[in-house]
């Protein structure tokens, strides 16, 4: 199995700053991703995090927005940029291991 | 219309009934299911996959797959008070887990002892 773990755990932040998330799991996996689960929906995901390349993105979500970094093979950040109100959201790591998918604890967001 | 349908609940049973939870998906290529057990303020947890139709059981789970109606269910047998949670049902296009699954909004099951 794989544990991960996800800091902050929780921030309130202001419009306009950026706030890094970081996530490191115990093991090295080949797929990481970064999902969100706004209050009251379903996790949606945001990207794929390519290790030795840039992240995947999917529909609605940019780079510039969400700039993703994965450094290594354990570890992955997700910078959420120039915040508003609507990004407010649970931010959860995943990994992808012997095709089962973990996810970290979440990071929840508030901005005001 | 949503990829992926639950009826948000809360579904209540009594301890030891049967829980049944519902999902419809929309994307006919879909291949794989899931079903993930998320406790308030946790992270989701794989309970079961399935990818053929009929069913699948693991212990008190029960999952079933109906890809010409494009429905999947979970079935909790004995149900315990510790299996009130949140119940995600997610779907992939792709044959087992990629990592891009596409989730539908969850089912809060309330089990009363």
């Known amino acids: 199995s794989a544990v991960i773990s996800q800091k902050p755990s929780r921030d309130i932040c202001q419009r306009g700053t950026s706030l890094t998330i970081q996530c490191q799991v115990d093991?090295?996996?080949?797929?990481m991703f970064w999902y969100r689960q706004q209050p009251g929906q379903s996790l949606t995901l945001i990207a794929t995090?390519?290790?030795?390349?840039?992240?995947?993105?999917e529909s609605g979500f940019v780079i510039d927005k969400f700039p993703i970094s994965r450094p290594n093979l354990t570890f992955s950040t997700l910078t959420v940029s120039n915040m508003s109100p609507e990004d407010s959201s649970i931010y959860l790591c995943?990994?992808?291991?012997?095709?089962?998918?973990?996810f970290g604890p979440g990071t929840r967001l508030l901005v005001l | 219309q949503k990829e992926v349908e639950q009826n948000s609940g809360p579904l209540s049973v009594p301890e030891g009934a049967i829980a049944s939870l519902n999902c419809t998906y929309s994307?006919?290529?879909?291949?794989?299911f899931f079903w993930y057990r998320q406790y308030s303020g946790k992270s989701p947890e794989l309970i079961m996959s399935?990818?053929?139709?009929g069913d699948k059981e693991d212990g008190r789970f029960t999952a079933q797959l109906n890809k010409a109606s494009q429905y999947v269910s979970l079935l909790i047998r004995d149900s315990q008070p510790s299996d009130s949670a949140t119940y995600l049902c997610?779907?992939?296009?792709?044959?087992?887990?990629?990592?891009?699954?596409?989730f539908g909004q969850g089912t809060t099951l309330q089990v009363k002892p």
């Open positions: 995943s990994a992808l291991l012997q095709e089962t998918q973990y």
């Open positions: 093991s090295q996996v080949t797929m």
């Open positions: 995090a390519n290790q030795g390349s840039e992240a995947t993105y």
């Open positions: 994307d006919r290529v879909s291949q794989s």
């Open positions: 399935i990818y053929s139709n």
């Open positions: 997610a779907v992939n296009r792709a044959r087992g887990n990629t990592g891009k699954l596409i």
